[in-house]
Nanobody, 127 residues
C-alpha cells in the first residue's frame, strides 16, 4: 500500500507563490506515476499536473501551464508542485495521487487512473 501526505498549502495573495510537497511511503514508489489534482467547492476534481515514474515526462492542464511546475525526488520519496503567479481561480483543495501500476511514460492524465490519494491541502488565493 501507499500513503501520501500533502503539505505546503496556505493563504497567498494573487501573484504570489507556493510550493506543495507530497511525501510518499510504500513499496515500489520509484516505479509509480504521480499527479497533482485540485477540487473547488461545487466542482469536479480536475488534473493539474502529472509526472512519470522517472520524471522524464510531464503533463500540465492548460490553465496552469507556464505557471506551475511538477517535479519529483525519488531519493526522498517526494513530489513537488511549484505554483507561481497564483490567481484566485487556483483556490481549491490540492491532492496528490499515485498510480499503483508500473506503467511506461507518459503519465496518466485522468483522475480515474490513480489509485492512492492523500487527504489534501488547502490553497487559497486572495484578490
Amino acid at each position: 500500500q501507499v500513503r501520501l501526505v500533502e503539505s505546503g498549502g496556505g493563504l497567498v495573495q494573487a501573484g504570489g507563490s507556493l510550493r506543495l510537497s507530497c511525501a510518499a511511503s510504500g513499496r515500489t514508489f520509484s516505479r509509480n506515476a504521480m499527479g497533482w489534482f485540485r477540487q473547488a467547492p461545487g466542482k469536479e476534481r480536475e488534473t493539474v499536473a502529472a509526472i512519470s515514474l522517472s520524471g522524464q515526462s510531464t503533463y500540465y492542464a492548460d490553465s496552469v501551464k507556464g505557471r506551475f511546475t511538477i517535479s519529483r525526488d525519488n531519493t526522498k520519496n517526494t513530489v513537488y508542485l511549484q505554483m507561481n503567479s497564483l490567481k484566485p481561480e487556483d483556490t481549491a483543495v490540492y491532492y496528490c495521487a499515485a498510480d499503483r501500476h508500473e506503467t511506461l511514460p507518459p503519465p496518466p492524465r485522468s483522475v480515474y487512473e490513480y489509485d492512492y490519494w492523500g487527504e489534501g491541502t488547502q490553497v487559497t488565493v486572495s484578490s
